[in-house]
């Protein structure tokens, strides 16, 4: 029986020009029984030092390793070990080996230990014993046979037989002439003699033909080392004989090892670094290799799979490399992107949960095999000529990525253990580009979808600007930026812009972007003045940067942002604007003339400078169209600022186009060349509430105004055909003057704007903010503003110079058709009792309906 090692070594040594090896054998227990001079040279210990000591002095190197016990049981179980590890210099060093540790068989079954160690570290050029280490590093099957000073055979291991044909018993206590007589054998005894005298390591090469295959011809190398006791006395000769035929093509294969390390991994496509791989192993290596990823790598979502997690359900695999010697990869009835079922009984369950791979040198077809469970790949095998299988998993960190099937057809040859090893190479070298191929696209995906979900999706921007937008990442394929943009409803039909860019790209710009964008929505709603939101949202990108340095074990980006904020008011066309740090917008009249605006700078937020923003107020005509844009719109790495600006303004200076067609036109600034950064339009063009939409009165501040302000506000909704919502209207009419007049001194203006719905506003002269109360059972007042909120659509107010605005929206339809309608609730019984009862209150009463001068 041929016995190979199968354990995978941590690293791949350099395999081209592998250093000389180190031999030393152990008994069974694992005690040093005889040293060679290589040894000595490359771990600094004598044969005096070692011989008769443990091989824990030399080969345990840290703490957590196993006992020397425990080492040799488990050499024991598996038959022998292999694989790199760490080993102690005399000087107390460390020194990174290749490590193979080989059964050996003597008289009555006892058993001894034979340890080839190199150095993965250094390199040799010595042509023909290096393909002899190679075979120790690359762990291609050895043959192994030690001899005493009389060149008798005393141990050796069982692939020996397959080497030469001789079996053990043949060979225990004969030298090879006695075995096998004639000038091949004198020759190499009197190699073995010259090494014990003294001479360097020999090697032997010799051809042959075995019984196992007797039309091809076998190339062995025989390398010679000499063995020595505690004293330095020669024990006798170990000979180490490689099969070269088979390590000469394992190194042609093994040489597809360097260019992988080059072509793998260039890209963070994972279809693309499949294709490498499968292109990579044909024809060198199989004659077609299919690349199956699990169905969450390529796109970046869903849980990974675990090796050993086989539930009821198995993984969805797809099709994502595929390579063959024939021309359209017969051999395949999946093509790329397809999904790739899988039998339950088959070797493809079996590496999942083993995580392990498999090999099928000679493929089974026969009744009764799972082959015979899958009619389309039996057909295949059939069909193809498909004799030898390999099944290779992708994996790393114990999570599955994926499976590599290896198949021959053409050659004759069937995979063998080496063929094994030089796949798992090849695949684990993928696997690392793979993984952080599947690391980006899950951050990358993950950033698009917070991308996706914080920018808006419709932009409102109701009675007072016709809207459109525009967002062009830097990278079209894969990127993600910090850009926003926005347009937000505000109370009296007006209407809130803004546009930012955050410092950065990726998955952290993204995120900070949606912090800022919501705290400019929850600004926006206190209804703050532009200059105000942006001195609270420089606050907030300040503390978002304290809080990123709080966290030193973190890669905390720089926090930083440019923001440009406007308010624009359909009713008097005025449109107040702040910026910081962010280029000014462009303004295109009616009749086609662009404007920069000469807007107060403002410093970019989360710089902690300290300095107030400044705004400013422009009139601008109805039809104007405004553009709010980041500066990658405008800026390449070949052109400056003022370059840009002036192809925007070119670009919209055709104010009567469609705004999406001016959208198209300005995104195209630079034509040909990629953008440097992320680039971002905001269009708008103002309308104007017409006045008949207006109306407005001046109140005195007495007892008579809720009773004037009731009647206005009726006789102006029957003007408008709104007699339906006059009831409601007149009750939120009532309860605001009524508080305006009780709170407030001198005059008081009621305002009704009839847009997308109907504005009732207020305004007093007092600085006294409104604040619902919580009234009990026997309270004659608390409850104003309690029924403001419950009888309109919202409510709330903003400081104005002079005083404040106490607004409160109410829609055009009363709730009854809406609810026939749309299909909503209708009026509740407590609405619809207290409509009832102020419709019903005479029209002179100059108390609120809510039971008298209610407070705020």
């Known amino acids: 029986m041929i016995s190979t090692d199968t354990a995978t070594p941590r690293r791949q040594p350099n395999i081209r020009e592998p250093s000389e090896s180190a031999i030393a054998m152990l008994d069974e227990q694992g005690t040093v029984v005889g040293w060679t001079r290589a040894a000595e040279r490359l771990v600094g210990y004598s044969a005096g030092d070692v011989v008769g000591r443990s091989a824990s002095a030399v080969l345990r190197h840290s703490e957590e390793a196993p006992t020397t016990a425990e080492f040799v049981d488990q050499c024991r179980a598996q038959r022998g070990w292999s694989g790199t590890t760490t080993v102690r210099h005399r000087d107390g060093h460390g020194l990174d080996v290749s490590l193979r540790v080989s059964m050996l068989w003597g008289h009555g079954e006892t058993v001894r230990w034979l340890v080839s160690v190199t150095d993965i570290g250094e390199a040799s050029g010595e042509p023909t014993n290096g393909l002899v280490r190679e075979s120790l590093l690359a762990r291609v099957p050895m043959g192994i046979v030690v001899r005493d000073p009389q060149l008798r055979c005393t141990w050796v291991n069982d692939t020996m037989e397959s080497h030469d044909g001789i079996s053990r018993d043949r060979r225990l206590g004969w030298r090879i002439s006695d075995v096998r007589p004639g000038a091949a054998a004198e020759t190499i005894e009197s190699a073995m003699r010259e090494v014990m005298r003294g001479g360097p390591v020999k090697v032997h090469d010799h051809r042959t033909w075995l019984p196992s295959s007797p039309h091809r011809e076998h190339t062995y190398a025989a390398s010679i080392f000499c063995l020595q006791d505690a004293d330095g006395q020669v024990l006798g000769v170990c000979v180490i004989s490689v099969d070269l035929t088979e390590s000469r093509r394992a190194r042609d294969r093994l040489a597809i090892l360097s260019e992988g390390s080059t072509r793998l991994g260039t890209s963070l496509d994972v279809m693309r670094t499949s294709q490498e791989l499968a292109d990579l192993a044909v024809p060198l290596l199989a004659d077609y290799v299919a690349v199956d990823l699990e169905q969450s790598v390529p796109f970046g979502e869903g849980p990974p799979v675990h090796i050993g997690s086989t539930g009821q359900r198995l993984p969805v695999f797809l099709r994502a490399g595929l390579a063959s010697i024939h021309h359209g990869v017969p051999e395949s009835p999946w093509a790329h992107g397809e999904v790739v079922p899988w039998p339950p009984a088959s070797p493809f369950t079996d590496v999942m949960r083993t995580g392990m791979p498999h090999l099928e040198p000679v493929l089974d077809t026969a009744p009764g095999t799972w082959i015979d469970q899958d009619p389309v790949r039996a057909r295949t095998i059939h069909e193809n000529g498909i004799h030898s299988l390999m099944l290779i998993p992708i994996r790393t960190r114990r999570v599955l990525l994926g499976m590599v099937l290896f198949i021959r057809t053409s050659d004759p040859g069937p995979f063998q253990e080496v063929d094994v090893l030089l796949a798992e190479e090849l695949v684990s070298r993928a696997a690392l580009a793979l993984d952080n191929a599947r690391q980006y696209a899950r951050e990358h995906t993950a950033a698009l979808a917070l991308q996706r979900n914080l920018l808006p999706h419709r932009l409102k921007g109701g009675a007072a600007v016709e809207t459109a937008s525009r967002y062009l990442p830097a990278d079209m394929d894969h990127g993600v930026g910090g850009d926003w943009f926005d347009v937000i409803p505000l109370s009296g039909a007006r209407v809130a812009l803004v546009v930012g860019d955050v410092v950065g790209h990726g998955i952290n710009a993204a995120a900070t972007m949606g912090r800022l964008r919501t705290a400019v929505r929850t600004l926006a709603d206190m209804e703050l003045r532009p200059e105000e939101l942006l001195t609270h949202l420089d606050d ?263 005083g404040k605005v106490v607004w409160a929206e109410v829609d055009l339809a009363p709730a009854s058709e809406r609810a026939g309608t749309l299909g909503v609730p209708p009026m509740s019984e407590e609405r619809s009792v207290l409509v009832s009862a102020t419709a019903a209150a005479p029209a002179d009463s100059g108390v609120a309906a809510g039971g008298g001068l209610l407070p705020w």
């Open 540 to 802: 907030t990108v300040q503390r978002l940067a304290e809080e990123e340095a709080d966290a030193p074990e973190q890669c905390s980006p720089a926090v930083g942002a440019t923001c440009l904020y406007a308010v624009y008011d359909p009713v008097t066309r005025r449109c107040a604007m702040a910026r910081a740090g962010h280029p000014p917008p462009a303004i295109v009249d009616p009749q086609g003339r662009v404007a920069f605006p000469d807007l107060p700078t403002g410093t970019p937020l989360g710089m902690g400078l300290g300095v107030p923003f400044e705004a400013a107020e422009l009139e601008l005509p109805e039809g104007s169209v405004l553009g709010l844009y980041t500066d990658g719109l405008i800026e390449t790495r070949d052109h400056d600022i003022d370059v840009g600006m002036r192809r925007l303004g070119s670009a919209l200076a055709q104010p009567g186009r469609p705004l999406e067609e001016l959208c198209s036109r300005a995104m195209e600034t630079f034509p040909g060349q990629a953008p440097s950064d992320d680039a971002t339009l905001l269009l708008v063009r103002t309308r104007t509430l017409s006045p008949t939409q207006v109306a407005s009165w001046t109140l005195p501040s007495d007892q008579t105004a809720a009773r004037s302000a009731r009647h206005m506000a009726a006789r102006q909704l029957t003007e408008w055909g709104l007699a339906g919502v006059a009831d409601t209207t007149k009750l939120i009419v009532s309860e605001l003057v009524t508080n305006a007049v009780r709170h407030g001194s001198g005059q008081i203006t009621l305002r009704l704007i009839r847009h997308q719905v109907l504005t009732c506003e207020v305004f007093d002269s007092s600085a006294c903010v409104p604040r619902p109360r919580s009234a009990c059972t026997h309270d004659e007042n608390g409850r104003g503003l309690f029924l403001v909120a419950q009888l309109s659509r919202r409510w709330g107010f903003r400081t104005v110079p002079g």
